[in-house]
Every structure is written in structure tokens, then in C-alpha cells.
T-cell receptor, first 114, second 113 residues
Framework: AQSVTQLGSHVSVSEGALVLLRCNYS??????LFWYVQYPNQGLQLLLK??????LVKGINGFEAEFKKSETSFHLTKPSAHMSDAAEYFC????????????FGGGTRVLVKP | EPEVTQTPSHQVTQMGQEVILRCVPI?????FYWYRQILGQKVEFLVS????????KSEIFDDQFSVERPDGSNFTLKIRSTKLEDSAMYFC???????????FGDGTRLSIL
């Protein structure tokens, strides 16, 4: 069975400050890992994915995440927060088989202060 | 860019009534999914569908739930006799191949009264 833990249900950052969202996973098989973002009244939009190529993954909107197998982590970062980054962020894991389900973390809501 | 579309955006139904949530996946995708998110809780997997049959289903997906791909474009989730606890946001997703990410629709908010 797989599971995902996101530390911190809410994070508040100042505009221009570093954004760091933590994600730890548990998986009995090598995983695929994803970060999705959800803006109010919208669906889940893919930010980035790790599928066993480079461990440092770059995504959209200036976000990146690093896969650390030894720490079972896939933390999401952005060097400089923008007001438009205010949203809820979900980490998700799936195993490496065709069409497999995603298991999500509880989400982290990001508030950006001017 | 192709999108997954879901209708309606909000559905209000009396307890005990049947409800059908509709999704149009991206046209060349092969794998289809339903997830739900109860207010304040995690996004939870309900069911996956491939080659016209269910691939996997969760414990939530009991006999009250069913899925169907009635034609080449639609993918539906039916709840036969709704309960108050079925109130949630329901997301449809699709993907084309193994390591491609799932693309999500904007969801249907289901409110059971």
C-alpha cells in the first residue's frame, strides 16, 4: 500500500520569499511522484512529475522538486513566491504500472502575504 | 491544450435519488478515473477503467456506484441511491499511457440534501 504525508496543512509566506512544501511518501515499489495545484473552484493541475529520470524535476510556474529516495521525500520549492501562487498543493504517488491510481496527501494551502 | 470536461459543475440531489456525473476525457486517452474529495479531506481514489472494464476500485466504490463508457467520448459515474455522506467534489481524470500524468477535470460538486 502507498501513502503520502504532507507536513503542514497551511503555509504562509511573504511575496518574494522561498516556498517550501514538504512531502514524504511510503511505497513498497519504486514510485512515480507528482505535485498538483488546485486554484479555487478549479480542478487539479499538474505542476511536475518524477518518473525515474533526473531526481531534480522542474515544473511550471518556477516550481521544482527533488526526489530523495533515502529520505522518501519529494519536497516542492519555489525560490520567490508570487501572489498568484496562493492555492492548495497536493503531492501524489502511484506505482509504475500502466493506468495505476494516484494516492494523494492531505494538501497544503499556501497563503502569500504582500 | 485538450481538457477533461465535467458536467454539471454543481449537482443538488435529494437523499435516495440516483445521480449521474458526466465526464468527457481527453480524446486519445485510454485510462479513466474517478476520485472524490469530501470537504476538508484528502482526494480519494474511487475507480479506474480501461478497455471497457473496471481495472481497480476502492472500498468506497460499493454496489451503489457504477461507471460506464456509453460511447466513444463520455465516461459516467452513477450513484444509485445517494446518501448524505456522498456529498463531495467528484473529479474525473484520464491519461494516455503508463508514465504520463493524469489530467483532471474541474470537478462536480455533489450536494445531497
Amino acid at each position: 500500500a502507498q501513502s503520502v504525508t504532507q507536513l503542514g496543512s497551511h503555509v504562509s509566506v511573504s511575496e518574494g520569499a522561498l516556498v517550501l512544501l514538504r512531502c514524504n511518501y511510503s511505497s513498497s515499489v519504486p514510485p512515480y511522484l507528482f505535485w498538483y495545484v488546485q486554484y479555487p473552484n478549479q480542478g487539479l493541475q499538474l505542476l511536475l512529475k518524477y518518473t525515474s529520470a533526473a531526481t531534480l524535476v522542474k515544473g511550471i510556474n518556477g516550481f521544482e522538486a527533488e526526489f530523495k529516495k533515502s529520505e522518501t521525500s519529494f519536497h516542492l520549492t519555489k525560490p520567490s513566491a508570487h501572489m498568484s501562487d496562493a492555492a492548495e498543493y497536493f503531492c501524489a504517488v502511484s506505482d509504475r504500472a500502466a493506468g495505476n491510481k494516484l494516492t494523494f496527501g492531505g494538501g497544503t494551502r499556501v497563503l502569500v502575504k504582500p | 491544450e485538450p481538457e477533461v470536461t465535467q458536467t454539471p459543475s454543481h449537482q443538488v440531489t435529494q437523499m435516495g435519488q440516483e445521480v449521474i456525473l458526466r465526464c468527457v476525457p481527453i480524446s486519445n486517452h485510454l485510462y479513466f478515473y474517478w476520485y472524490r474529495q469530501i470537504l476538508g479531506q484528502k482526494v480519494e481514489f474511487l475507480v479506474s477503467f480501461y478497455n471497457n472494464e473496471i481495472s481497480e476500485k476502492s472500498e468506497i466504490f460499493d454496489d451503489q456506484f457504477s461507471v460506464e463508457r456509453p460511447d466513444g467520448s463520455n465516461f459516467t459515474l452513477k450513484i444509485r441511491s445517494t446518501k448524505l455522506e456522498d456529498s463531495a467534489m467528484y473529479f474525473c481524470a484520464s491519461t494516455g499511457t503508463n508514465n504520463q500524468p493524469q489530467h483532471f477535470g474541474d470537478g462536480t460538486r455533489l450536494s445531497i440534501l
